[in-house]
Nanobody, 116 residues
């Protein structure tokens, strides 16, 4: 059984910061890519940021320069540092990890609300 436990969501004013964490535990094969996704009400889920096993990163254009993804391989944990938050960043944020044998695992999601 593999579990992804997320933390760090909440309510913040525009311009503020939050740091999301996602820790994987259980019987998981070596982890490849780790990423963060978000889904706002009435919208499709979108990939926000991705980090490979080698540390290469990718960001959706709307968060470039404001969000930073990182990982701690020893702790099987991925982070998302979110700065200069905007109301349009409001969404449920979920992490996903892909194991080396190409199985995807998802976190339960954490709400991020940015007030104007």
């Amino acid at each position: 059984q593999v579990q992804l436990v997320e933390s760090g969501g909440g309510l913040v004013q525009a311009g503020g910061s939050l740091r999301l964490s996602c820790a994987a535990s259980g019987r998981i094969f070596s982890i490849n890519a780790m990423g963060w996704y978000r889904q706002a009400p009435g919208k499709q889920r979108e990939m926000v940021a991705l980090i490979s096993s080698g540390g290469s990163t990718w960001y959706v254009d709307s968060v470039k320069g404001r969000f930073t993804i990182s990982r701690d391989n020893g702790k099987n944990t991925v982070y998302l540092q979110m700065n200069s938050l905007k109301p349009e960043d409001t969404a449920v944020y979920s992490c996903k990890v892909r194991s080396a044998n190409n199985i995807d695992y998802w976190g339960q999601g954490t709400q991020v609300t940015v007030s104007s």
